[in-house]
């Protein structure tokens, strides 16, 4: 086939005795030990097949904890040596090699921050836990790990990676990075040791990770592959730069397989988002450390970090800054990826928004849901629900934001006749506000790509068209889906409707009309990353907030990148704030101290939205079944409304 698109992405790599079919690895994401058993559920095997049938050539598991007593963080760490682990791991490397992908197996222990939850303890409080010198961490003292422990941990991991190559996995990878032991004793902060395992020599403070890597080949074979993740550059003042990510690349040159070069140090929070990166970095931020260490090593090196363009993805490998690209999030979001690039449909993929709603939904609840691809998370049920119908109906989609979208492709993918209806001239609902705004520029393709996709589906769609109760009526439709959304509130605040004050929604679309310093009444996350554009803007902005805290809209781990965002552009947010009277030079406010004037030009209210209920209600009675979906029921999130709206859809012409 001649022209092909992407020639260097899909070459294969001999790692080790091992061909990978191409240059695209599904880096590790977790999936919890939800029991707490050491069982991993079915559905984990499934989660990890489904990359794998999407065309990545490596696929690697959750986290797995080499030594049960002293390297496990959580109840939900699975631990490789206990024998209940291993037929679930089993049924996982299988389901994933049987696609023609290597099922990877990643080993972990936790060092310092081991047995530090009291729960998982029981009652007598936290458990046993080594660092590489005694220090403070948290709330107790963790001695230094003695030489008899470390000979210990070193055959702890060589015994795992054969348990792991007998399971049926095709490659290891060690984890040595992101804060956890190994990368503890890299960090010259931390690892102040005066014997062979540590001090000043980079040699010494690497000596665990390649002893360990010396063991695992010993145990599984020279030819089996290895793979390390390092962080490149800690990111943070204090922390290791990218020359020590270099110096600890080149010990570990000749002794593994492959290098994967990450970033940051998971305990410390400004950095949480340059690891896992946010919506507010650019493209790739880390492929920079990679490229960097490809420079001094022969060992083949990966490169991880907001990868997900095709463009990009192939220009990494083909000019040489990495040879492997490694990606985590963009897997969830379309675990086709691989398989839509080789085929040239690359318009038809569903881009990783960075949302972080997957990780903080595994963190929360034990499974990763994402925000624009409603199977994740649901891997087992797919697998077995057949998409046919027992009764094809005539379905009427009311409103064509996100859910109503969602649910007019699902119902058409399901052969029902359907009929979308829009009130405006365009898809996509009131969060194309944003489309401007260059962090949510992925969010802007989803939007596209998925009005793309329903005016390729067999969907009767009407633009610029009100569906009253009568119009419902004469559609004679089996089901109706209201997805009428919801809009903005405007609080009853002394002087909200002066000449100075505007919704966010149009400030979001004309921002040439907000003038000066801005002060924005609301720490939602729609008045949050008002502030982060308008001060990108060059505004001067601070936030006044009633409550305690910021509302994150149960997204935890985007919180933890929006602050950071907050405190690099100089956003003020001011809690247990209550906004009192609008004047036309600023906002009255009232504290727990009295009153407090914050001076603005310009006065923004992002307090909430309002759902549009009764829009939705009044076509209850048209039509035999009727459901509701997204934010007219309650204004949440964009993965409830494409989880609500896929799950809704495939429920319909079951009888």
């Known amino acids: 086939m001649s022209g092909f698109k992407y020639p260097h992405l899909f070459e294969p790599?001999?790692?080790?005795?091992?061909i990978f079919r191409n240059r695209i690895f599904a880096s590790p994401t977790g999936y919890q030990n939800m029991t707490g058993d050491n069982i991993l559920p079915p559905g984990a095997a499934a989660y990890y097949e489904r990359k794998a049938m999407g065309g990545a050539a490596s696929v690697a598991s959750c986290e797995l904890i080499v030594d049960g007593e002293l390297g496990r963080g959580g109840a939900n760490h699975v631990c490789i040596e206990d024998p209940r682990a291993f037929s679930p791991l089993c049924r996982l490397a299988n389901a994933v090699s049987r696609h023609g992908a290597v099922a990877t197996a990643e080993l972990q222990h936790t060092g310092m921050f081991a047995n530090r939850t009291p729960s998982f303890m029981g009652a007598k409080g936290m458990g046993i836990a080594y660092g590489p010198v005694e220090m403070q961490v948290g709330d107790r003292i963790v001695p230094e790990m003695p030489e008899e422990i470390i000979e210990r941990t070193i055959e702890k991991y060589a015994q795992a990676a054969l348990t792991a190559k007998k399971a049926g996995f095709g490659m290891i990878l060690l984890h040595a990075g992101h804060g956890w032991l190994l990368h503890q004793f890299l960090s010259p902060k931390i690892n102040t040791r005066k014997d062979k395992w540590g001090g000043l020599d980079i040699e010494n403070r690497a000596r665990f990770t390649v002893e360990i890597c010396k063991a695992i080949k010993k145990a599984c074979g020279a030819g089996f592959p290895l793979e390390v993740r390092i962080s490149g550059s800690e990111c943070y003042d204090g922390g290791y730069g990218i020359e020590d990510g270099i110096a600890f690349a080149k010990q570990l040159d000749g002794v593994c397989d492959l290098i994967h070069v990450s970033a940051g140090n998971h305990?410390?929070?400004?950095?949480?988002?340059?690891?896992?990166?946010?919506?507010?970095?650019?493209?790739?931020?880390?492929?920079?450390?990679?490229?960097?260490?490809?420079?001094?090593?022969?060992?083949?090196?990966?490169?991880?970090?907001?990868?997900?363009e095709p463009e990009m993805m192939e220009e990494i490998i083909a000019s040489g800054q990495a040879d492997v690209v490694e990606m985590a999030r963009a897997l969830l979001a379309d675990p086709d990826l691989p398989l839509k690039m080789r085929t040239g449909r690359e318009e038809d993929i569903k881009q990783c928004l960075r949302c972080l709603s997957c990780f903080s939904a595994e963190m929360t609840w034990g499974e990763p849901y994402c925000a624009i691809n409603p199977e994740t998370g649901h891997e087992l049920e797919m697998k077995y629900d057949s998409p046919k119908v027992v009764n094809r109906?005539?379905?009427?989609?009311?409103?064509?934001?996100?859910?109503?979208m969602q649910a007019?492709?699902?119902?058409?993918?399901?052969?029902?006749?359907?009929i979308l209806c829009e009130k405006s001239g365009e898809l996509g609902g009131a969060i194309r506000c944003?489309?401007?705004?260059?962090?949510?520029?992925?969010?802007?393709?989803?939007?596209?790509?998925?009005?793309?996709?329903?005016?390729?589906?067999?969907?009767d769609l009407r633009l610029n068209t009100e569906v009253t109760p009568e119009y419902a009526e004469s559609i004679g439709a089996d089901v109706i889906i209201a997805?009428?959304?919801?809009?903005?509130?405007?609080?009853?605040i002394p002087g909200i409707d002066g000449g100075n004050v505007m919704g966010a929604e149009f400030a979001y679309l004309n921002p040439d009309k907000v003038s000066g310093n801005v002060c924005i009444l609301g720490a939602g996350l729609v008045g949050l990353e008002l502030g982060i554009y308008l001060s990108i803007l060059g505004h001067k902005v601070q936030v006044v907030e009633m409550a305690g805290s910021i509302n994150d809209?149960?997204?935890?781990?985007?919180?933890?990148?929006?602050?950071?965002?907050?405190?690099?552009?100089?956003?003020?947010?001011?809690l247990n704030t209550r906004a009192k009277e609008i004047k036309a030079d600023g906002v009255i406010g009232e504290t727990a101290e009295g009153e407090k004037f914050f001076a603005a030009d310009t006065v923004i209210y992002a307090v909430g939205q309002r759902p549009m209920a009764e829009d939705a209600l009044a076509l209850r009675f048209c039509a035999p079944e009727f459901y509701q979906i997204g934010d007219c029921l309650a204004p949440k999130n964009i993965t409830n409304a494409t989880g609500s709206a896929f799950a809704i859809a495939r429920d319909i012409g079951r009888i």
């Open 434 to 459: 944003e489309k401007n705004v260059p962090f949510k520029r992925k969010l802007d393709i989803y939007l596209n790509s998925q009005e793309r996709a329903v005016r390729k589906a067999a969907i």
């Open 13 to 18: 790599i001999k790692l080790g005795n091992t």
């Open 408 to 418: 007019a492709l699902t119902c058409a993918e399901r052969g029902h006749k359907v």
């Open 267 to 308: 305990e410390v929070d400004e950095v949480f988002a340059v690891t896992h990166p946010s919506m507010f970095l650019g493209e790739c931020p880390n492929v920079k450390y990679a490229a960097e260490i490809k420079k001094h090593v022969k060992t083949p090196v990966a490169a991880i970090g907001a990868i997900g």
């Open 553 to 574: 809209g149960g997204n935890f781990l985007h919180a933890i990148g929006l602050r950071a965002e907050l405190a690099k552009r100089g956003v003020a947010v001011n």
């Open 393 to 404: 109906k005539k379905v009427l989609v009311v409103g064509g934001g996100i859910g109503g």
């Open 483 to 492: 997805a009428t959304g919801a809009r903005p509130v405007k609080p009853p």
